[in-house]
């Protein structure tokens, strides 16, 4: 998990900075009359996709999907487009699957005293 944190931290920072970009062009964007929440979105998937390829970050490799490509960056701008809150939601994901894999790896255990006894008596 410290890997994937580490691999992912640098698409966080940038998705990070980006929300605070867009906090600093939200009274400029609605001082002129724009629609905010469009500019915004734009500035945001552009910002995050040129980071995502004129960096090189990615998100998809370090969870494991290595032949991604250029999906990958597709991916990542999204994603860095979304500041903190899709870097949290694939945190949550990951707190999931964690816990998930200890309660399979938990209810394993339970049940192996009776396989092994089943095996015993099969003999």
Wanted: charged residues 20%.
């Amino acid at each position: 998990m410290d890997k994937l944190i580490i691999a992912l931290g640098p698409a966080f920072a940038t998705g990070f900075a980006l929300q605070q970009l867009l906090e600093i062009l939200t009274p400029l964007l609605e001082k002129l009359g724009l629609n905010k929440k469009l500019f915004l979105s734009l500035i945001s998937l552009l910002v995050g996709l040129v980071f995502a390829f004129g960096a090189g970050l990615r998100v998809l490799q370090p969870l494991g999907i290595t032949n991604a490509g250029v999906w990958d960056l597709i991916v990542t701008g999204l994603i860095i487009s979304a500041g903190t809150e899709g870097f949290n939601s694939i945190m949550k994901f990951m707190g999931y699957t964690k816990d998930q894999s200890k309660a399979d790896a938990a209810k394993k255990l339970e049940h192996a005293p009776d396989e092994a006894l089943a095996q015993v008596e099969k003999t």
